[in-house]
């Protein structure tokens, strides 16, 4: 039932495309270099709408300059075109301390993500591009809104000073903070749902036991032929309490074939990965048969007739565990047997890759690892002991080992960095938002300062101005967090949960912490200001009314 293919494929596309097995290298995805770039995107819309906010919120003071020039025949397009050109300095501004700053993090930078940038990378023709039309872009998004409401203005209005009042209460201004804090909260709930499902994956009974287990690749021919009288010797050592040799590992997966189970013919193969093994293998690794036994020297039939399978595999040949037993199975190419036994599935592969039928056969010599189970209370004494052993059964050669557990921590590299990554966006982005909640309510405060001392005057107490200044911003953060759920909650589930077939769903206590950490940060962001309005003097505020 397999059919084959030959595809072409670009050597520049494997590194970020490519899904087959057996590359050059680990590869990398594409669609994380999409997210990224779109976050970064994010952040600088936040940083974008922080500068229209702000530059609305104090037009009063620059009504009388649109004024006059309107007085003495300026057109709008000028003052449109002087407007846009402020921002484009500051985004040619901004562009000059980014790279500085850019190139003091480049270490920090490579030493995390595993690279070799200089400097340099920065002034390549296609970067000096990209940066250009990002000052361009950033500039006309950050300065278009103020450019045009700030040249609307009518020279008569501006001097009978009708703009001084209620320029705060922008609608417009309300939709962007919410816009921007949503983008912040949605950060926050989708760092926590991707740090939820890493630690998922981390902890997961994977259906054997991981911890202790001391790895060490066979590198000659002579150790795996060998195995019986090596692994003896080890294990007369106290500190290793189980030993095993075998061409595969959970996480290193065995060799791919084709095999035919009982009631089918030559045209009706199954693929399966396939583990060689010693007899001891699965009570090493501890793992679970459900059905039957494990291999054992009391049966001849088993070094070259006995097959373990797990679960998948006796259900896609369309039996249950108890039925698998005793039935025959072969490779496509010979070696008939039958099942002695079914484990319970295991997860010899990533947990973003689905358990497929594997199948666990005795072999004499094509044994590419040695694991060994280790007394946790001694590891650095048994370690040294097979050091030791390694250097006369594999002369002139480097030992390398590794411990299983880290091994398989290492297959989630790419999503650690993520989570990492996110995290550092979803702090960059909420104190982008914070510092534009912190400018308007500065000139909130200072707008309503006379409101402030005419309610203390009748009598309004410093927590009941506190929280009438401070609802508001409370206010639109809450709409944000409305608006940021249920669509970061879709997102989440549909375009990222959906690429793992093992996964967590999302729990409410993500949103409720990301909810209630935007609306204390709001608080402290905004809190300075407001206390201190609340709790200036009246006399000082209405002393010129």
């Given amino acids: 039932g397999i059919s084959m293919q030959f595809v072409i494929q670009k050597m520049t596309d494997i590194h970020l495309r490519s899904k087959l097995q057996g590359e050059i290298e680990p590869t990398g995805d594409i669609v994380y270099v999409y997210v990224f770039s779109a976050i970064a995107l994010f952040i600088l819309m936040i940083a974008c709408i922080n500068f229209m906010n702000l530059s609305t919120a104090r037009s009063s003071n620059r009504a ?81 809104y103020p450019a ?47 740090l939820r499902q890493i630690d998922y994956m981390k902890n997961k009974d994977l259906g054997f036991d991981k911890e202790n287990i001391l790895v060490v690749p066979v590198q000659t021919p002579a150790t795996a032929r060998n195995h019986v009288g090596i692994k003896a010797e080890l294990l007369q050592n106290p500190n290793i309490t189980q030993a095993t040799f075998s061409s595969g590992i959970p996480g290193r997966t065995g060799e791919l074939r084709l095999m035919i189970p009982e009631g089918k013919t030559q045209s009706e193969t199954f693929s399966m990965f396939v583990f060689r093994s010693d007899y001891d293998y699965v009570p090493a690794y501890r793992m679970r048969l459900i059905a039957g036994r494990n291999f054992s020297e009391e049966f001849s039939t088993d070094a070259n007739e006995a097959y373990i399978v797990n679960e998948v595999a006796a259900r896609r040949f369309g039996w249950t565990p108890d039925e698998a037993i005793g039935k025959k199975l072969a490779f496509a190419e010979g070696r008939p047997g039958k099942i002695i036994g079914v484990l319970s599935d295991f997860h010899y592969q990533p947990l973003n890759q689905e358990i497929e039928p594997m199948a666990l056969m005795l072999e004499k010599q094509a044994l590419a690892f040695v ?175």
Wanted: charged fraction near 15%; proline fraction near 3%; aromatic fraction near 12%.
């Fill in 64 to 144: 009388r300059e649109v004024g006059l020039r309107k007085v003495f025949g300026a057109f709008r397009i000028n003052l449109v075109g002087q407007f846009l050109l402020e921002s484009m300095l500051l985004s040619l501004a901004s562009l000059g301390l980014a790279l500085g700053l850019a190139s003091l993090a480049l270490p920090l930078f490579n030493n995390f993500a595993g690279k070799e940038m200089t400097a340099g990378f920065f002034f390549q023709p296609p970067i000096l591009v990209g940066m250009l039309v990002l000052i361009i872009f950033s500039g006309l998004m950050a300065g278009s």
């Fill in 148 to 194: 045009f409401f700030l040249s609307g203005f009518q020279p008569i209005a501006v001097f009978r000073g009708v703009l001084s009042k209620g320029a705060k209460s922008s609608a417009l201004r309300k939709v962007l903070v919410v816009f921007q804090f949503s983008l912040s909260v949605a950060l926050i709930i989708g760092t926590g749902i991707v």
């Fill in 371 to 545: 694991s060994m189970r280790l007394d946790p209370r001694n590891t650095s004494v048994g370690i040294e002991f097979v050091r030791e052993k390694w250097a006369t059964l594999e002369p002139g050669r480097e030992f390398d080992y590794f411990f299983l557990d880290d091994d398989l921590a290492t297959r989630y590299a790419s999503e650690d960095r993520l989570s990492d990554i996110l995290s550092l966006f979803a702090l960059l982005a909420i104190v982008i938002a914070c510092l534009g909640l912190f400018g308007l309510a500065s000139y909130t405060a200072e707008q309503r300062t006379r409101e402030i001392g005419i309610r203390k005057v009748l009598g309004a107490s410093i927590n009941s101005v506190i929280v009438q200044l401070s609802k508001e911003f409370i206010k639109w953060v809450m709409v944000a967090n409305i608006v940021a759920w249920p669509l970061t909650y879709w997102l989440m589930r549909n375009y990222w949960l959906s690429g793992f077939p093992y996964r967590t769903d999302p729990t409410l206590w993500i949103f409720l912490t990301a909810g209630a950490a935007s609306i204390v940060i709001a608080l402290l962001t905004v809190g300075f200001q407001v206390v201190r309005a609340a709790t200036a003097n009246p006399a000082d505020s209405l002393r010129h009314e």
